[in-house]
């Protein structure tokens, strides 16, 4: 369908340790279509982050098949799935990963940079969407988790992405600050935007549109 965001097929990620193998992912396949919003939830190593890495390009499966956006990533050389990853997937994270040293507007201009574009009107648009009008030219230390969250967001939808991941994306924050960041995700969900987010938190995955609940790597089927 030409709305199918991610198509994973029996995808696998085997790691060696010594005489040991250890499987990470195995046999994992999951359909997620535009404007879907789908939490995955799981024990620690039940494979969550680790189908993230896979989907967000910063990972190659040992096997299984992987299309994102249409494309089999899979496939694709370093260079290539470098620029598809920039380009096309935004991700956030627990730990927010600012840049001390810059400010709201730089940090969210900063994949732009990495790109060799420049759009400040986009820029603005993504400090107002998301709150921080009052904010952009702060420091992140001058802000509290919720707003450094904010700019985690909008440095994620600078390059106009189809699909977003999101690891943990409310895991340090209090519950205003966590409520607030889940409303942002929802308008964006009405905007088209396909959204994975894998969390610890049961009560954030339920406001999803579909949970997954991974154990020792695998989709633990519905009761």
Known sequence: MSDTVLEAQDVWRTYRRDAEEIHALAGM???VRSGEMVGIVGRSGSGKTTFLNQVGCLD??????????????TALPEKELVAFRRDR??????LFYLIPTL??????????????RRDPERVAALIEKVGLGANADAFPDQLNGGDMQRVAIARALVNQPKLLLADEPTGRLEHRSRDA?????????????AILIATHDLSLAQQTDRVVELRDGRIRPRD
Request: proline share 4%; hydrophobic share 45%.
């Open 29 to 31: 396949s999951l359909t």
């Open 60 to 73: 190659r499966p040992s096997r299984g098949s992987l299309r994102v956006l249409g494309t089999e990533v």
């Open 89 to 94: 997937i935004g991700f956030i994270f627990q």
């Open 103 to 116: 400010t709201v507007r730089e940090n969210i201009e900063l994949p732009l940079v990495f790109a060799r």
């Open 181 to 193: 960041i889940l409303a942002i995700l929802r308008d964006l969900q009405r905007e088209g935007l």
